[in-house]
């Protein structure tokens, strides 16, 4: 039934937030490097706020689309900085595209992955390269859609596109940010990877394994 997968969106709400609690102070201290420090905080703030928001309306028996909403607004409001309005938009996004139906298709997953990304890079604008979230979020959509083409499950899907979001993020290491607060620090940002990349390679690592289970 539609709540059910209310609740799933919720359960997968709780998981992020644990991945990002766990990976707090990690994703400060490279946030410190050539930014503000606050990405592990921000990203804690926000993501507690969207838990609960979810919890919420999967109580009250929202739909997956209304309990994506309700996070994504709550992720917004609370956690301040660039990457909380990047993160509430990406996900009441997605919750806009699934809605609220009693069944779902593998197409529906393709449609709320790429409603995600898209959020994000129409809200942000960021270039591929710029050494931002955004180059850990298109080798992953890449991976996804790649994936679902050649018919495998979500869960299956899910495994390959956050192994190829980790990887990415990890090469950023590699780039000099030319988006964001990190800008003026760039060079000393060479050598450490983005903390928005690290930190969405996290997350989707997260909720792949969960889903799996
Ligand atoms: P702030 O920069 O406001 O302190 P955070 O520290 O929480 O916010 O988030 C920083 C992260 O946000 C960066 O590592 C980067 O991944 C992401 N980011 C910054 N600007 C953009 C943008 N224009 N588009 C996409 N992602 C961005
Ligand atoms: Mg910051
Ligand atoms: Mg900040």
Known sequence: AAADLGRLAAAVL?????????????????????????HGIGMRRGVEAAADAAAQAAASGASVGRVLEAAGEAWSERAGGTSGALWGSAVIASGLALGSRETYTNEDA???????????TELGKAEPGDK??????????EAFLGEFDGGTTLAQALTVAASAARAAAAKTAELRPLKGRARPLAEKSLGHPD??????????ERVAAYIHS
Not at 29 to 36: K, W
Not at 110 to 120: D, E, M, R
Not at 196 to 202: C, E, M, N, P, R
Request: net charge negative; hydrophobic share 55%; proline share 4%.
């Open 132 to 141: 931002t979230m955004v180059d850990a979020l298109l080798p992953f959509r």
């Open 110 to 120: 393709i449609t709320a992955v790429t409603a995600f990304v898209g959020a994000i």
């Open 14 to 38: 709780a998981q992020v937030r644990d991945v990002v609690v766990e990976h707090e102070e990690e994703l400060g201290n490279l946030d410190a490097i050539a930014g503000d420090g606050d």
């Open 195 to 204: 903390p928005g990349a690290v930190s969405f390679g996290l997350i989707a």
